[in-house]
């Protein structure tokens, strides 16, 4: 088995992988798959996603991103 190099947000989609976004200050979090990924962003890196992310909780703009395998 290869190991998938996950780097933009086309990479999420072209492998059916997940995408959980957890506030690293309140601890809510999200999952979300490719398509609604590229919904938020486009077809950004992963870094500039986490950049433009805000917590609707608690305003918060620490997520911390965590790929999930494909279902």
């Given at each position: 088995m290869s190991a998938k190099h996950i780097r933009t947000i086309a990479d999420l989609v072209r492998f059916g992988a997940g995408l959980r976004i957890e506030c690293g200050d309140?601890?809510?979090?999200?999952?979300?798959d490719g398509i609604e990924a590229?919904?938020?962003?486009?077809?950004?890196?992963?870094?500039?996603?986490?950049?433009?992310?805000?917590?609707?909780?608690?305003?918060?703009?620490?997520p911390k991103l965590m790929i999930l395998p494909p279902v």
């Open positions: 309140c601890g809510s979090s999200r999952t979300v590229g919904k938020l962003a486009g077809a950004a890196q992963l870094t500039d996603l986490a950049r433009r992310l805000k917590c609707a909780r608690c305003g918060g703009k620490a």
